[in-house]
């Protein structure tokens, strides 16, 4: 096991977690020098159709990675006034409540991304400009499902004393 600062994250949890960010990285980066080049191809009176449809397709996977990615360490926006009105009994178990409607929710866009790859596939449907397989944008969906199962898994295994501090304070 590695150090992730005070605690020891799995290797597994350590490589995906590597991946996804690396992934958001050159995505990130991708979109950055597309923009820039078509910035430039305006100036020069010579632009590149092209590069607003990577651009929309490079932020797609972003915000998808970013979706799954921010449940690594419960990041994620929560329902926090709605929680501080239940019963004591169910704020206590809140946090299970949200994880088990998280991985709900993430299952339901791997088997939904999977239905829509598969669409994209059998129609053999391709980009205007690109003419990329659609399927490949689609892929963001199921993967980001994907990731937030493991990311929601992850942080109940190793943050667990950020969960209990926040069942102490509601």
Known sequence: MVKDGNKKINPVFRAINSITDTLASLTAAGIFVVVIWQVIGRLIGQPAPWTEELTRFMFIWLIYLGIGIGFRK????????????????????????????????????????????????????????????????????????????????????????LIEEEEVEN
């Open 74 to 161: 419960v990041e994620s926006a929560r329902v926090t006034l709605l929680i501080s009105y239940l019963p004591k009994f169910l704020q206590k178990g809140s946090v299970w409540i949200y994880s088990i409607a998280s991985i709900g929710f993430f299952i339901f866009m791997v088997v939904l991304g999977i239905e829509l790859m598969s669409q994209q596939i059998n129609t053999n449907e391709t980009s205007s400009v690109l003419l990329l397989p659609m399927w490949i944008i689609g892929l963001c969906v199921p993967f980001s499902g994907l990731i937030g199962i493991i990311n929601t898994i992850q942080s109940l295994i190793y943050d667990r004393a």
